[in-house]
């Protein structure tokens, strides 16, 4: 009887895995995070070439989508353009609008601050739903220190559910030189309180390295939590807490470790979007379209590198 089983296990072989274990059969391999790259006009501001010729040069360069300014969106529209003519000129360059930055106050402690810095907060979702812009900035503007993170939270949720109705979607970002908020800790808790399913985080490598973050919390975010990640470096001969913004480089030209950072954004899954942002004045001396082909060129070559 012993004989007959073993010849029994070993006629079936693999199939007697299958059925102790039925997802061995059916497991699928991990998919690839698809990397897809963004211009953040801070990039090119300084040669101020106004939102026009930011999209064509987006456009010319060869990246995917634009990250605009949405004070450079309302200065368009109050020069007599129409949001919907604006949302046709992206679309004819081949660009999406991947994402906005804004600064309303909506993380103030004091409710009369928070509200207006909401009402600030959907009017300009409504004018980024025009254009076809799904996602927009959330710094934490109005916040003093020490932040109630509970508060803080509350608040963020309260957001998301004005995201949901506009269609705008805030993503949660914090700067490493603003004490108030500057840490991912921080940030990783107030998503944590918001207890959304919508919650999106927008980290940046020198924000991470500035607020003394670090990059190995990256690892602790799964799936789609980051859609936007901005994307710089930082150089090796200025101690952290002197960095400023201007001091930022093309990924790849400073110390950071984008190869570590760019395998922790594809192991975690999700599509991400890689939006070069820079506010480096020796850049803006220099002719846009020239910058921002070599973002893209720098950006792709980290990616490439690490993958």
């Known amino acids: 009887m012993k004989t007959d089983r073993r010849k029994l296990l070993k006629s079936i072989g693999l199939g007697s895995m299958v059925a102790l274990n039925p997802a061995a059969s059916f497991a699928k391999p991990k998919k690839r995070t698809r990397f897809s790259y963004c211009l953040n006009t801070s990039t090119i501001r300084g040669q101020q070439p106004g939102l026009k010729k930011y999209i064509e040069i987006a456009a010319e360069a060869g990246y995917d989508g634009i990250e605009v300014w949405i004070e450079d969106v309302k200065q368009f529209i109050s020069a007599g353009n129409d949001p919907d003519e604006l949302k046709k000129l992206i679309q004819q ?42 996602r927009v900035a959330a710094p ?43 840490h991912l800790g921080q940030v990783l808790m107030v998503a944590a309180v918001a207890n959304d399913p919508d919650t999106r985080l927008l980290p940046d490598v020198y924000h991470l390295f500035r607020g003394g973050s670090g990059f190995e919390g990256l690892k602790l975010i799964n799936g789609k939590a980051i859609e936007i990640f901005h994307m710089n470096d930082y150089p090796g001969d200025i101690p952290r807490e002197k960095q400023q913004d201007k001091d930022r480089v093309y990924p790849g030209d400073g110390i950071a470790p984008l190869g570590q950072i760019i395998n922790d954004l594809n192991e975690m899954g999700g599509d991400k979007v890689l939006s070069l942002e820079l506010f480096n004045p020796g850049y803006w001396e220099k002719d846009p379209l020239e910058v921002a082909k070599t973002g893209l060129k720098k950006m792709k070559a980290a990616v490439n590198s690490a993958l």
């Open 93 to 134: 360059h081949g660009l999406r609008v991947e994402n906005a930055i804004g600064f309303a106050p909506w993380m103030a402690a004091d409710e009369e601050k928070s509200r207006a810095g909401f009402q600030q907060m959907e009017t300009e979702m409504e004018l980024l739903a025009a254009i076809g812009c799904k």
């Open 140 to 182: 934490g503007i109005g916040a003093e220190a020490p932040v109630d993170l509970m508060l803080a939270g509350k608040r963020y949720k309260a957001l998301l559910e004005l995201g949901r109705k506009t269609g705008v979607m805030p993503q949660l970002e914090f700067w490493g030189a603003f004490d108030p908020f500057h």
